[in-house]
T-cell receptor
Framework: DAGITQSPRYKITETGRQVTLMCHQT?????MFWYRQDLGHGLRLIYY???????DKGEVPDGYVVSRSKTENFPLTLESATRSQTSVYFC??????????????FGEGSRLTVL | AQSVSQHNHHVILSEAASLELGCNYS??????LFWYVQYPGQHLQLLLK??????LVKGIKGFEAEFIKSKFSFNLRKPSVQWSDTAEYFC?????????FGAGTRLFVKA
C-alpha cells in the first residue's frame, strides 16, 4: 500500500528557476490537492483537481501551475521560483465527490528552499 | 468567507496534564470536521473526524472532540497528555471535497 509519494523530498533552487514537484497516488482517488505549509498560516490550498484534466485554483495559486493528465499524477510547477515560495509542500488526495467526506490522505511533503 | 480559527498557537504542558485545544469555524451549510496531527518531521495524519450523529467523537491515542453546532466549535481534548503527544495539531473543515485548515497549534509536552 504505497499511498501517496512525493518527490523530491528536499530541493534547493535559485530565484527564477523552474521547479516541479511530483505527486503520485496509488488509490485511484478522484481528488488531489496541493497545499503549502508555512509557520503561522497552517496549510493553504494552492490548486486542486477533481479528476484527470480538471484543475482549479485554491487560496494561493499565483506563481504555480498544475496539470493532471493521468488520475494518479498531479505535478506542481513553480515557473519562476521566488523566495516567498520557500515552504513545505504537501500533496493530498481524497475520494470521489459522491463518497468524499473531505478526509485527506497526505504525502510526506517536499521541503523547497529558494535562494 | 470560510475560515477556521484555532485559539492557541503554542501550548506547553507537563505530562499527565489535561489538554483542550479550541477550534471555531465559519462555513455556510453542512460541514465535516477534522483534527489532524503532525508529529515532528512527519506528514499530517487524521486524528479524528465528525460527519454526523453523536457530537462527541473519539479518535486515536485517547483524543476526543466535541462538536457544538450553536457555537461553531470543534474543540479537541485529552484527559492526560504524554510526551509522545508533542506535535502540531490542525483543525479542518470540509463542505464536501475542499478542506480548509486552521493555522495550527504547536503542543509541547514536558516529560
Amino acid at each position: 500500500d504505497a499511498g501517496i509519494t512525493q518527490s523530491p523530498r528536499y530541493k534547493i533552487t535559485e530565484t527564477g528557476r523552474q521547479v516541479t514537484l511530483m505527486c503520485h497516488q496509488t488509490w485511484s482517488h478522484s481528488y488531489m490537492f496541493w497545499y503549502r505549509q508555512d509557520l503561522g498560516h497552517g496549510l493553504r490550498l494552492i490548486y486542486y483537481s477533481a479528476a484527470a484534466d480538471i484543475t482549479d485554483k485554491g487560496e494561493v495559486p499565483d506563481g504555480y501551475v498544475v496539470s493532471r493528465s493521468k488520475t494518479e499524477n498531479f505535478p506542481l510547477t513553480l515557473e519562476s521560483a521566488t523566495r516567498s515560495q520557500t515552504s513545505v509542500y504537501f500533496c493530498a488526495s481524497s475520494e470521489s465527490r459522491d463518497r468524499s467526506t473531505g478526509e485527506l490522505f497526505f504525502g510526506e511533503g517536499s521541503r523547497l528552499t529558494v535562494l | 468567507a470560510q475560515s477556521v480559527s484555532q485559539h492557541n498557537h503554542h501550548v506547553i504542558l507537563s505530562e499527565a496534564a489535561s489538554l483542550e485545544l479550541g477550534c471555531n469555524y465559519s462555513y455556510g451549510g453542512t460541514v465535516n470536521l477534522f483534527w489532524y496531527v503532525q508529529y515532528p518531521g512527519q506528514h499530517l495524519q487524521l486524528l479524528l473526524k465528525y460527519f454526523s450523529g453523536d457530537p462527541l467523537v473519539k479518535g486515536i491515542k485517547g483524543f476526543e472532540a466535541e462538536f457544538i453546532k450553536s457555537k461553531f466549535s470543534f474543540n479537541l481534548r485529552k484527559p492526560s497528555v504524554q510526551w509522545s503527544d508533542t506535535a502540531e495539531y490542525f483543525c479542518a473543515v470540509s463542505g464536501g471535497f475542499k478542506t480548509i485548515f486552521g493555522a495550527g497549534t504547536r503542543l509541547f509536552v514536558k516529560a
